[in-house]
């Protein structure tokens, strides 16, 4: 788990680019021409306070909602998301604090949630299940990000809360192309499994899944994420390299205090 | 691995189910040997006429030594009689009377019955192929509608409209109640008979056919209810209009509440079916079955008229359903 | 496979089957010449035939979490529909007992979709959406009867419904072959997969992707086809429909599905249970009845067994949200 220090910030190194995206929610703008920038095979963080816009944001890319204007681009195409579903085509997985686990399910049943294997020829076409491939290749993907599923053929469950968040992140990092977003993954989880979901995430980057870390824990960001962006009142009012900053400062980016770091524009706060 | 919490929810849920089962296991009685075995299948348990030749056949089954056991389903649907039947048809009785529920669908479970070698005796209702029964005891139907038409023919003078409540065509009984009491109404140039309304025996069901025809004929003059169930119904329907003296109500089947009603004036007069004799009947029969003797293919027994003059003569007072 | 197993052992599922297994062996106890004998056991089986079909429809949508009350009222509805086809086309031929056949099944899935629709589409609660067309579909079939029973069945078709193959009677052999195929259909399909991750987590199955409109659209049609196909075998049996019956027939059967295991919360189910579940209520109520039991008791046992079922799925809840 470590820091890598990207210095130089050439177009080819971005992977998701949000320009100027506004929202309004009636009177409410949630979005005033925001920015975000996710560089290939980073974790960045995505950081502010609460109202700053970032799960709007989120949605957005999520393809849950439509901005009401700005670009985003994806390996340097533009898109739009209609839907959910053509932001997972694209290669956007995202996943929620409630994990969109079947609990009833067994773990790779879950991970196979909607794309399950079907067997081969006519039995497949059918429309019958290849567990015994899906179990093999869930298996396989678990253990490549190192996740420890207890039991295979329990339900999800009765799993632990740290077991349940390691298995939705390998089922989104296992699906996703370019960008995985977490939405507060340590939340709800303890010191240990805190640890293992950090590091986890550390795995995922290594695999060539960038990974945008939406948190509201400090210490956890500084722990594993490259770079920070926060957001303030609907922009991006700060961009830092994590090894660079110190905690303070990124506290004062997001509630607003005293001028520190420097917004887009390249001027000071 | 899981390990077991004996909860004390668990322990008595546990307890409840095995009681059951002791239950089944303790209830089947002492089986007089020398005696018949005759079971009885009731159209519903829940129905007073029921209850009476149910008590009919109790009475006379310990006059006659006769082992009776009492079967039945909630309600009136051969879906669900129809494994009740085959269950009694595993205990091999000597004889089975059964009301039954429809007169097609319980054809095939009594005829697998009688080929088991019970002898078959129907009350009440009837098989559309009765040929597999030894007899058939009920009421002259024809009979019954009859002697409704006369009563409101007589209380309303010869004049008016009026309306007969039957079940659905497809119930012998009723449909045989109810040309008994056309054929009478014709009789009656000054009466107009409106097309039947169908119910069975359902007190909403016929309150609303009442609340209707109040509406569209104002001057009602009469009302006939073939099943004792709709019987509720018409009272109230009629105690809601203000109705109940200037409509003649006629209620077929004497249940104990609308006894009541006839004692209070809301109904005017009664046709009662004899069911403890039919109960008594079908016990004699079926000893005369099961011995090898003829029985009489159909009989029917004529109903009796019972008012505020006639109630306590013993003709009308015994007739009157209760269980005993 | 040890996992497996013991989550075989701690299922609810088999508990029930012990206490299927121990009714049937206390009653041929106690009555071995009469419970325990080849004629009743095949009357329990004819008894078992219309419900388990029935019951196979109400298993896909109980594990999706929903509810359908409207059964016994399409098997009556989809019975008068078909019986008048039969009757229209006339005669005794094989065409008007396909016609038969096919206007039950079409009928009763069309309730089927409409109760699909209106859950899926309309988000009404599946048990306001299935009282409601547990009310128009008696009602239009009283309308389309005229109250009155069509008693006139095919011939053909009433002996093939009292019939018997190798002893065991025929609309039970078609209950069980139906039964094993959906039973397949469920645990080792795409189909039945998402049925589950459906009933487990609605949003978790949409957020992966999975049309659950669709899908719930096509659990209820199923479940709306067999309770037609229910209304088919009926008339088989009856030789005529069954007009003022039927009126218990949706809580028989969701009381069979809950018995036999599978869970109202929903993403638990097996269609084994439900075979199980099935038998328990009939086996009870043929064996009281056999031992001369007052008949309200065995209303007693059923909902003991229906209370232990659901306690036992309430257990294995508790443990899984610990």
């Given at each position: ?269 | ?17 095995v009681g059951s089962l002791v239950l089944a296991a303790c209830s089947s009685g002492t089986t007089d040997s020398s005696g018949k075995a005759v079971t009885l299948i009731l159209g519903t348990t ?208 004497g249940q104990p509440f609308q006894v009541e009603q006839l004692t209070a004036g809301l109904v005017k007069a009664l046709v009662i079916q004899q069911a403890r004799t039919m109960g008594k009947l ?43 | ?242 007009i003022a019956g039927n009126n218990t027939l949706n809580l028989q059967v969701i009381t069979a599905v809950v018995i036999g295991g599978t869970s109202l919360f929903g993403g638990i189910g097996w ?52």
């Amino acid at each position: 788990m470590g820091n890598t220090n990207a210095i130089s910030v050439t177009e080819s190194d971005l992977i998701l680019t949000v320009r100027d995206v506004r929202k309004s929610f009636g009177r409410v703008e949630a979005l005033r021409g925001a920015d975000f920038d996710v560089r290939r095979g980073e974790v960045v963080a995505l950081m502010g306070d609460n109202g700053a816009g970032k799960s709007t944001l989120v949605k957005i890319l999520a393809g849950v909602q439509a901005a009401d204007s700005g670009v985003v681009t994806l390996d340097g195409n533009e898109v739009v998301f209609a839907s959910p579903d053509e932001a997972r085509a694209a290669g956007i997985e995202t996943v929620y604090q409630d994990l969109a686990l079947a609990d009833t399910l067994d773990s790779a049943a879950n991970l196979f949630l909607g794309r399950e294997l079907r067997r081969q020829g006519f039995l497949g076409h059918i429309g019958f299940l290849d567990n015994r491939r899906m179990r093999r290749e869930a298996r396989e993907a678990f253990a490549s990000l190192q996740v420890t599923v207890r039991s295979e053929h329990d339900a999800v469950g009765n799993l632990s809360g740290g077991q349940r968040q390691g298995i939705a992140v390998c089922r989104a990092a296992t699906w996703a192309q370019h960008v995985l977003f977490l939405d507060e993954p340590t939340a709800a989880l303890g010191l240990r499994q805190t640890r293992n979901v950090l590091d986890l995430i550390c795995r995922v980057r290594d695999q060539g899944i960038s990974v945008v870390l939406i948190s509201h824990s400090l210490p956890d960001v500084m722990q594993v994420a490259d770079r920070i962006e926060v957001l303030r009142l609907g922009r991006r009012i700060a961009q830092f390299t994590t090894v660079d900053v110190s905690a303070d400062d990124v506290v004062a980016a997001i509630t607003g205090a005293r001028g520190s770091g420097q917004d887009d524009e390249g001027q000071d706060l | 691995m899981h390990t077991r919490h004996v909860t004390p929810a668990w322990r008595t849920l546990t307890t409840l189910l095995v009681g059951s089962l002791v239950l089944a296991a303790c209830s089947s009685g002492t089986t007089d040997s020398s005696g018949k075995a005759v079971t009885l299948i009731l159209g519903t348990t829940s129905d007073d006429f029921y209850k009476a030749i149910e008590c009919g056949a109790k009475l006379r089954s310990k006059e006659t030594g006769v082992t009776l056991t009492v079967q039945g389903a909630g309600q009136w649907d051969p879906a669900l009689q129809v494994p009740i039947v085959d269950a009694v048809t595993a205990t091999k009785p000597d004889a089975i009377v059964i009301a039954v529920t429809d007169d097609t669908a319980l054809f095939a479970p009594l005829n697998t019955a009688v080929q088991g070698g019970s002898k078959l005796v129907l009350v009440d209702t009837t098989l559309k192929d009765a040929s597999i029964a030894a007899g058939h005891i009920g009421s002259d139907y024809v009979l019954y509608g009859k002697q409704g038409a006369e009563q409101i023919a007589k209380l309303t003078g010869g004049k008016g409209t009026v309306l007969g409540i039957f079940a659905p065509p497809g119930v012998s009984t009723n449909d045989q109640g109810r040309t008994g009491f056309s054929a009478e109404m014709a009789m009656y140039p000054g009466m107009t008979l409106l097309p039947f309304e169908f119910s069975s025996g359902e007190a909403g069901k016929s309150a609303a056919i009442v609340n209707a025809a109040l509406a569209a004929h104002p001057d009602l003059a009469g009302i006939f209810t073939f099943n004792g169930g709709d019987s509720q119904g018409v009272v109230t329907a009629l105690r809601e209009a203000k109705a109940s003296d200037r409509v003649n109500f006629v209620s077929g089947d004497g249940q104990p509440f609308q006894v009541e009603q006839l004692t209070a004036g809301l109904v005017k007069a009664l046709v009662i079916q004899q069911a403890r004799t039919m109960g008594k009947l079908s016990i004699d029969y079926a000893l005369s079955a099961i011995a090898g003797e003829d029985v009489p293919d159909e009989t029917a027994l004529p109903t009796v008229v019972g008012n505020l003059d006639n109630l306590t003569t013993p003709e009308v007072a015994d007739n009157l359903y209760a269980p005993c | 496979m040890n996992a497996k197993l013991a989550s075989w052992l701690t299922r609810p599922t088999t508990t029930m089957l012990l206490v299927l297994v121990g009714i049937i062996a206390i009653f041929a106890a106690l009555s071995p010449t009469t419970f325990f004998t080849l004629a009743n056991g095949q009357g329990i089986l004819s008894n078992v035939a219309i419900l388990l079909v029935v019951a196979v429809g109400a298993t896909f949508v109980i594990i999706t979490a929903g509810i359908d009350l409207s059964v016994g009222s399409v098997l009556v509805f989809s019975s008068v529909l078909g019986a008048k086809a039969m009757t229209a086309i006339g005669g005794d031929s094989l065409p008007a007992i396909l016609s038969g056949l096919l206007v039950t099944i079409v009928a009763g899935g069309a309730w089927g979709v409409l109760n699909g629709v209106l859950v899926a589409k309309a988000k009404v609660p599946s048990f306001v959406v299935t009282l409601g067309t547990l009310g128009a579909a008696y009602g239009l079939a009283l309308v389309i009867s005229g109250g009155v029973d069509v008693r006139s069945v095919p011939t053909p078709l009433v002996e093939f419904g009292n019939g018997r193959w190798l002893g065991i009677p025929v609309i039970f052999s078609i209950a069980a072959l139906i039964t094993v195929i959906a039973g397949i259909a469920l645990a080792l399909t795409v189909f039945g997969r998402r049925t589950y991750a459906i009933g487990s987590n609605e949003e978790s199955a949409r957020r992966s992707g999975i049309r659950v409109e669709r899908h719930l659209i096509k659990v209820y049609a199923l479940a709306g086809a067999l309770a037609g196909f229910g209304g088919f075998l009926s008339l088989a049996r009856f030789g005529t429909t069954t007009i003022a019956g039927n009126n218990t027939l949706n809580l028989q059967v969701i009381t069979a599905v809950v018995i036999g295991g599978t869970s109202l919360f929903g993403g638990i189910g097996w269609m084994f249970g439900t075979t199980i579940g099935v038998f328990i209520p009939v086996v009870l109520a043929n064996g009281f009845i056999i031992r001369g039991v007052v008949p309200y008791w065995q209303y007693v046992a059923v909902g003991t067994v229906l209370i232990t079922a659901v306690l036992l799925d309430q257990r294995r809840r508790l443990r899984q949200l610990s």
